[in-house]
Every structure is written in C-alpha cells, then in structure tokens.
C-alpha cells in the first residue's frame, strides 16, 4: 500500500459518493476514432445532479463536521455546479446551507436555480458585483453566524483547496483499480482545467501513486502559465495536509494545453458547441458547454494527430443542470 493510501483511508470524509463511478468504453466514438476510448462517469456521483465536486465535498464536508459546523456557505454565479452539488450534499449530510450569488435573482428560476428552489436552500442574491464582492460577502455573513453562536464553514474557491483536492487523488486510486479489474493498460486520462482543482487532485494522485496514467489537462479558462500556477499551489495546499511531497513538477507530471480554451471561461469555441451536439447523438450522454466540450474536442485533436498510445478515458465532470440555461 502506498503512503497516500492510507492517509485517504485515515482522514475525515464525509460519506456522499456512490463508488465506483462506471467507467466504460464509448462504443460510437471508439468506432470512429480507431482506438478504444473509454469514460469515466464523474457526473454520476449520485448526489443531486452529479458532478466532480462531489469527490471534494467528500472531505471538505468531512472536515466541517469533524469541526462540528451546522451551516455550510458557498458562493459562485447564478448556474454554479459547486453551489447546487454543495446543497444537495448538505440536504444529504443534514447540514444547513446557504448559497451567495453574484447577479440579480431571476422571476423565474431556471437551470441550477431552480434545482436549488428545491432543495429549500437560501441564496443570497447580490446583484451585478464581481468575484471579489461576492466572496467578501460570504466571508461576513460566515463573521455574522459565528457572533451568533452558529458555527459556519465556508467552501472556498470553488472547492480548489489542497483539501478538495484529495476527492480526485483518491479517485486515481479509484480507477486504478477498475483499469486492472478490467485489463486495461497503457491509459492516458483527458480532463479539464478551469481553476485547477481536479487537475491538481489528478495530477498529485497520480504521482502518489506510481504514475499509473498519462495525464491530459485540457485548460477551459487560462492560458497554460496560469493554469499551472493554480495547480501548484493546489498541490502545495495538498502537500501540507498529507505530509507526503510530490517530486516531480507539474509540467513533468501531465501535459497541460491551453491550446483549446478559446476566449476562456464561458466562451465556446465553434468546435466545442458542435460537439455538445454531436456527443449526446452519438452516445446518447450530455456534455456542457463550459469544460466538458473543449475537452471532448482536444481530445479528439490529440486522437487523430496520434498523440496518445494504447486507451484513452475522457473524464466527464458533469454539469448537467447548467445546460438548461445555457440552450
């Protein structure tokens, strides 16, 4: 057993993912592309709409209930995956939840909004402001709580901690597993970069553990520098928890392009709003515009320009319930 597995075995976690996650061959796409190209069903984690974020709440929710907080806060904009998948896990955890958001509150709630209405939780809705105002806000209203008696845990960043990180290294173990189960060998791993939290978990997982995949990490929002700055610091955060360096750099450890990023966050390339069309038609499975198409397509480019050798797995982060606001 490696030393990081019995640190992720050790450590608080909160009880949410329904695991394994499938991992499976895409038969349409593999009979088109000529290799076998399999995906691994992060947006089946089974709480709410499903989504990576679930593998970071895991052990960021442990720690706030290992700290005995009863009022968990998080923030992001309208269609924020983090904030819906955070109060679906909360409703699960039997933990209070409340959501800030940078816009004005719609009449009619739609996508994510409206999964949160049904869930019950209370969003605070801020008006047109930035990133920056709106997590001031979360951090008061967390002061506000605490003066009150209340003790709060804000999840912040997006979950791009060195704590949310553990979800994705202990998902590598995860696959892993499934891979040898399977008979699968030689595998290279495409997955996103947006503020570098999976990338991070991915990367640091993978090194932990005797670099058993090829890592891709296809930037949706940054250019390359940047990107590899988010998850250094990723990693550092992860580093100091576990006690366990990692010595290779990042840029040693996985290929990192910004190559299919368009404009950045948000901003979809032609490619990737052909693809979200052509993936479900031919696999019957939703893709979202903001990270999982530009990943679909520099994985397609890598396939086709023989980048890759043996299996490919495109590792779907879900966001399911921001597509209806995004058509």
Not at 126 to 135: A, I, P, Q, W
Not at 294 to 322: E, N, P, Q
Request: charged residues 25%; proline residues 3%; negative net charge.
């Amino acid at each position: 057993m490696y030393p990081i597995e019995e640190f992720l075995d050790k450590t608080e976690r909160a009880p949410l993912l329904f695991t394994p996650t499938p991992l499976h061959l895409l038969t349409g796409f593999s009979k088109y592309e000529e290799v076998q190209v399999y995906i691994k069903r992060d947006d089946m984690t089974g709480i709410g709409p499903g989504g990576n974020k679930i593998r970071s709440l895991e052990y960021i929710l442990g720690e706030a209930i290992e700290k005995g907080c009863k009022k968990i806060l998080t923030a992001g904009p309208a269609q924020s995956n983090l904030c819906t998948l955070t109060a679906a896990a909360c409703a699960r955890l039997g933990l209070d939840c409340e959501l800030v958001h940078n816009g004005v509150e719609p009449e009619k709630k739609e996508g994510n909004l409206l999964l949160n209405q049904i869930l019950g939780t209370v969003s605070h809705f801020l008006g047109d402001c930035d990133s920056e105002k709106r997590n001031s806000y979360t951090e008061e209203l967390s002061e506000k709580y605490e003066k009150e008696g209340i003790s709060s845990y804000v999840v912040r960043n997006g979950a791009t901690t060195g704590r949310g990180a553990l979800g994705y290294t202990s998902a590598v173990r995860e696959m892993k597993k499934q891979c040898e189960e399977m008979g699968i060998k030689d595998m290279t791993i495409f997955a996103p970069g947006g503020n570098g939290g999976v990338a991070a978990g991915l990367i640091y997982g993978n090194e932990m553990l005797g670099r058993p995949f090829h890592i891709v990490i296809i930037s949706v929002e940054d250019e390359r520098e940047t990107l590899i700055h988010h998850i250094e610091k990723t990693i550092h955060e992860t580093e100091e928890i576990t006690g366990l360096i990692m010595n290779a750099k990042v840029e040693e450890a996985a290929e990192i392009s910004d190559v299919y990023r368009g404009n950045g966050w948000g901003e979809n390339t032609e490619e990737s709003t052909e693809e979200i069309l052509r993936f479900a038609r031919q696999e019957g499975i939703f893709i979202e515009n903001v990270y999982n198409s530009k990943v679909v397509v520099g994985m397609k480019d890598w396939i086709r320009k023989k980048m890759v050798k043996g299996a490919v797995c495109y590792l779907h982060t879900g966001g399911f319930g921001s597509l209806f606001d995004q058509y």
